[in-house]
């Protein structure tokens, strides 16, 4: 017997909502995830989001037979692990010591509790090389300027990474040459972008599962962005 027309058209009506709802069920799914891996940082004190780090890093793995200089025979994959965990430090320090104001503006006046770097950033170092960071702080972080920028935009941040390895799989020091450069944005209006430029040289050593930096070496520049007078001279004049 023939199904009467009407029926098939409320199957067919019924089964586009269901296809409807599908679709705006999974285009929220793909906008949450999209969010959650593309967006940016925390919203900053006026509510744009704060610029995150995020280190490109390249890495080698030497092991102790031939001095270190023999043949890599470190599976990739055990390299990568380490490579891994170096470059989460990266990120963390500097994410914390050059581009979230949040952190590197803080007030430290006496009595307020309150330090730069933070607890959380000078857990990257040895208990040794915390004081030299401490007494030093301005060659490894923003510098004593840091409290006049109200943005920082990373604009290249990489490191070549080399991993020491005993034994053929146990990794026991490893080092990192960095190059961070940014465009940091002075809080005060009017005033033009400042380019900053950091190298870095930074020696790890082992503890317990993870790493600590024991060592470093760091040199930074900061270069005003005053554009050109028509003239061709910064600034103008005849």
Request: no cysteine; net charge negative.
């Amino acid at each position: 017997m023939r199904e009467p027309t009407f029926r098939r058209s409320r199957f067919r009506q019924q089964r586009l909502i269901r296809l409807g709802i599908v679709a705006v069920l999974l285009l929220g799914a793909i906008t949450l995830v999209a969010n959650l891996v593309g967006g940016g940082g925390a919203p900053g004190p006026g509510g744009e989001e704060i610029a995150q780090v995020s280190f490109r890093t390249k890495a080698i793995a030497r092991t102790d037979a031939g001095g270190f200089e023999g043949p890599r025979t470190v599976p990739r994959g055990r390299v990568a692990q380490e490579e891994d965990a170096i470059r989460e430090m990266l990120n963390a320090w500097y994410q914390q010591t050059f581009v979230d104001p949040a952190v590197f503006t803080v007030s430290t006046s006496p009595g307020d509790g309150v330090s730069f770097p933070p607890a959380s950033a000078l857990a990257l170092f040895t208990e040794e090389a915390r004081t030299d960071v401490v007494a030093d702080v301005d060659s490894l972080t923003l510098g004593a300027e840091r409290t006049g920028f109200a943005r920082v935009d990373p604009t290249r941040a990489r490191a070549t990474i080399a991993i020491f390895f005993e034994g053929g799989d146990k990794p026991m020091l490893a080092t990192a040459s960095v190059v961070f450069e940014a465009t940091a944005s002075p809080a005060g209006a009017g005033e033009y972008p400042v380019t900053v430029s950091q190298h870095a040289d930074l020696h790890f050593e082992r503890s317990g599962n993870g790493w600590l930096i024991s060592y470093y070496q760091a040199r930074q520049k900061q270069d005003s962005d005053v554009p050109a007078s028509p003239s061709g001279g910064p600034g103008g004049g005849s």
